[in-house]
């Protein structure tokens, strides 16, 4: 049976969603025919594609082109794109210019990190008409700032943040909040208390959905992060693959009479 095309009104309070990031055509058809509900074209592209130490490093034009790359396998899954670092933080009308582009190459809702003091952006681009999901927790964009990339949460201080930051990017418009690398006990109570689908990536159970980052889970990713389940060693196929080719054209078994024309 086909699937029916996912829209932001499907990413229901309580309904286990799955998020997959993936960065290019071919991927995102394959993580779109095993049934995700939604592909991030996350900044994550940075570390795991282009090699860079942190996502610092992704650019508009890097989310635009790949963005464009995914929305090419014309996904059933609802394709949410990142604002990468400094794309929104000068404010609305940066953030309406950005997220423009995003949309314009494919994506049917942003991804922003940040709390409380990104509310207004959020609520510029809602209203505006585009969908925003929030990003709380361990912002990877605020690696600098935080000194690693480490669990947030521990402290009271910082367990009353995260419940101001989900209400506030809620009451901007946010339809979902990714929360990302909490204790577990407070990924449950944001979740209990906003109204919208919460997100979870190294925050335990709780959530109403889950993402993990697509290289991480078939093994392609050098240091994975201690949350992420790897489901298949995709480094393995890939080399060995390889490896035949290179020793069967050295030993000139390839190309065989089935590969070539007179
Ligand atoms: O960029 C990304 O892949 C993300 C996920 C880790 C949520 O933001």
């Known amino acids: 049976m086909e699937r029916k095309k996912k829209t932001i009104a499907d990413f229901k309070k ?4 799955v998020m997959i990031t993936a960065y290019d055509h071919p ?25 860079l130490p942190n996502t610092l490093g992704a650019t508009m034009e890097d989310m635009v082109r790949h963005t464009a790359a995914v929305a090419r396998a014309k996904p059933k899954a609802l394709l949410v794109a990142d604002m990468p ?8 009308s940066q953030a309406l210019k950005n997220a ?13 990190e940040g709390g409380a003091e990104y509310a207004h952006i959020v609520q510029a681009l809602t ?15 605020r690696v600098l700032a935080i000194g690693g990339f480490r669990m947030l949460g521990r ?13 506030a990017l809620r009451d901007a418009g946010a339809f979902s909040l990714v929360i990302e690398f909490v204790p577990a006990s407070v990924a449950k109570e944001v979740t209990e208390a906003v109204d919208i689908p919460t997100i979870c990536i190294g925050a335990g159970p709780y959530c109403d959905g889950q993402i993990l980052v697509l290289h991480d889970v ?19 196929v890939i080399r060995d693959a390889v ?16 590969y070539y024309r007179d």
Not at 14 to 17: E, I, Q, W, Y
């Open 218 to 236: 078939v093994g392609l990713s050098e240091r994975p992060p201690s949350f992420a389940k790897k489901y298949a060693d995709a480094a393995t």
């Open 155 to 167: 402290t009271e201080e910082q367990r009353r943040k995260l419940l101001e930051d989900a209400k």
């Open 27 to 51: 991927t995102a058809r394959l993580v779109d025919e095993a049934g995700v509900d939604g592909i991030l074209v996350g900044d994550s592209l940075a570390m795991v594609v282009l090699g």
């Open 127 to 141: 209203k505006a008409g585009i969908p925003v999901m929030g990003h709380i927790g361990l912002n990877p964009q």
């Open 85 to 92: 670092f400094m794309s929104y933080e000068r404010g609305p």
């Open 14 to 17: 309580g309904s286990r969603l």
């Open 100 to 112: 423009a582009r995003l949309i314009r190459a494919g994506a049917e809702a942003v991804k922003l």
């Open 243 to 258: 490896r035949r080719y290179v020793e069967e054209v050295r030993s000139g078994q390839f190309p065989s009479r089935e």
